[in-house]
């Protein structure tokens, strides 16, 4: 079942939201201040967090920022107060996948879960292993025959998108779209120089990063 991080200081809120998410067959646990929750999302694989945007030692988007800047795409749902209508949009700019603003049912936080866990790029067991390799998305963390590898945010999101389409080509393009974003200016073979970077980085013993002529690259199974 999935596991989910309640990241909330109001300790009424956390015990009632997790209640009824048990009870919905999550496996919940909580976080009541910012620091707490960006370790426990380093130290455990969560498949979604909900995260309150006023917490005791930083703001709730200050804990995304960070999140997304390690590269992690754990789907996160903001929880935002009434009277912070900008908020909301400043946490979809942020990367946001969903929020919700106070007070709302539990049911709807649940119905919210369900949708999201339901994407397709939402796997609720987020780690995938391909021969040695094994990474885990929620954690950003990568290993090959158990020994971790040190990974760059850039070499760790272009991993990871090359992972979740193993056996598919990736063009250039895309990739290099997705590892440095359509608007910094790169040239044009830089991909090429992570995709060498992260092919050592993987060893002998992880799986091959095969280069197709002219169509782009594919991690082979
Ligand atoms: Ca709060």
Redesign the pocket.
């Known amino acids: 079942m999935a596991r989910i991080l309640l990241v909330?200081?109001?300790v009424a809120l956390a015990r009632g939201l997790s209640a009824a998410l048990k009870a919905g067959g999550y496996t919940v646990d909580v976080a009541a201040d910012g620091e707490s929750a960006l370790q426990m999302m380093a130290d455990e694989p969560y498949a979604l967090v909900t995260l309150?945007?006023?917490?005791p030692d930083m703001s709730g988007f200050d804990v995304l920022k960070r999140l997304r800047s390690r590269g992690c795409r754990v789907p996160v749902i903001m929880l935002t107060a009434r009277d912070q209508l900008l908020d909301r949009v400043t946490g979809l700019d942020l990367g946001a996948d969903d929020y919700l603003v106070k007070p709302f049912e539990p049911e709807e936080l649940a119905a919210r879960l369900r949708a999201l866990l339901r994407r397709p790029n939402v796997d609720p067991s987020p780690v995938i292993t391909i021969g040695k390799l094994e990474v885990d998305r929620s954690r950003c963390v990568a290993s090959v025959d158990g020994e971790p590898i040190e990974l760059r945010r850039r070499e760790w999101v272009l991993l990871e998108r090359l992972v979740v389409r193993v056996g598919k080509v990736v063009s250039k393009e895309r990739l290099s779209a997705e590892v440095f974003g359509y608007d910094d200016m790169v040239a044009p073979n830089a991909i090429e120089v992570y995709i060498a970077r992260l092919r050592r980085k993987l060893g002998p013993d992880g799986p091959p990063i095969r280069t197709m002529r002219g169509l782009g690259y594919v991690m082979a199974e």
């Open positions: 909330e200081d109001d309150d945007v006023g917490l």
